[in-house]
């Protein structure tokens, strides 16, 4: 039985250093009518492992808010696939905006659990039990404030994953504000963070993920898809891709209808 005296938990990977992770939680751009706890995601991991954190293994019979960020992964994952796997066997969770994080082949199949009230992924695969979700983090007000003056080609680095490029260069860590200002003033991107990619959609630019290694799934299965590039094929590359007219409209429009989904499921819970 759902303890629906309880608060109902969010929890992400919100890392102060990688600003996607940061601003991909659905918290931060609606409000809920009920009671809210709010729990980082490593702190499950390291109840689970025996670190720390040991009060929360008894959070059990609980609705769970998972999302966003890249948390789907391999049955091998020890850091993020044990984590999901028992907050979904021993809680209700909705999954909003979560995502795929492998080059390897993705375990899927916890989607399926019974305990899945309901699964926005922001993977576009079909024959999923969810549904397609953008990241939630299309939600911000920065994306309204597009520029309209811009130039040249903007090189958008994951902190751990550089970018042999010459070019202006930021990288991931920086201030939400500062990322899309940089973004904003580019003609076209070219970045190695999936919310660099993802952002610079959302934005109406062109852009390539840049990757010299096995390509990872978050990048493989957005809806709209992205060329793979290297210091070699860049400029090329860059000739033929296209720009994601109206997604910034779209993906606000579906996480608005999920939140609409969200709040019905959890109201008619508690009645």
């Keep these: 039985m759902i303890r ?11 890392y102060q250093d990688n600003v996607g992770d940061f601003n991909c939680s659905p918290f931060d751009y609606y409000k809920f009518p009920f ?15 025996g670190v720390s954190h040991q009060y929360l293994l008894s959070y059990t019979n609980r609705i769970i808010i998972i999302g966003g960020g890249g ?33 390897l082949e993705i375990d899927w199949s916890i989607l399926n659990h019974k305990n899945v009230l309901l699964a926005g992924i922001r993977d576009r695969i079909h024959g999923l039990n ?38 202006d260069k930021l990288d991931n860590s920086k201030d939400l504000e500062k990322i899309i200002n940089f973004i904003s003033s580019k003609d ?31 990048f493989i299965n957005l809806k709209h898809g992205v060329n793979v590039c290297n ?10 891709s296209s720009k994601s007219v109206g997604l910034l409209k779209e993906s606000r429009y579906l996480n ?3 939140y609409t989904k969200v709040v019905d499921i959890i109201q008619n819970l508690q009645q």
């Design 35 to 49: 009671g809210i706890e709010l729990v980082h995601f490593p702190y499950f991991r390291d109840a689970i492992n």
């Design 130 to 167: 969810a549904e397609y979700l953008p990241c939630v983090s299309c939600k911000h007000s920065l994306f309204d404030k597009n520029s309209t003056i811009t130039k040249g080609l903007g090189i958008l680095n994951h902190k751990d994953y550089s970018i042999d490029i010459e070019g």
């Design 71 to 103: 948390l789907i992964s391999h049955k091998n994952d020890t850091n993020v696939h044990k984590v999901i796997k028992h907050l979904i066997e021993n809680n209700k969770v909705i999954l909003w905006g979560v995502g795929s994080n492998t080059p």
């Design 231 to 240: 210091s070699k094929n860049y400029k090329k590359l860059l000739e033929i």
């Design 256 to 258: 608005d209808i999920f």
């Design 4 to 14: 629906m005296s309880s608060k109902i938990i969010f929890t992400h990977i919100n």
């Design 188 to 218: 076209s991107i070219i970045s190695s963070s999936y919310h660099g990619v993802y952002w610079s959609q959302l934005l109406n630019k062109k852009v390539l993920y840049y990757n010299n290694q096995n390509p990872n799934s978050k």
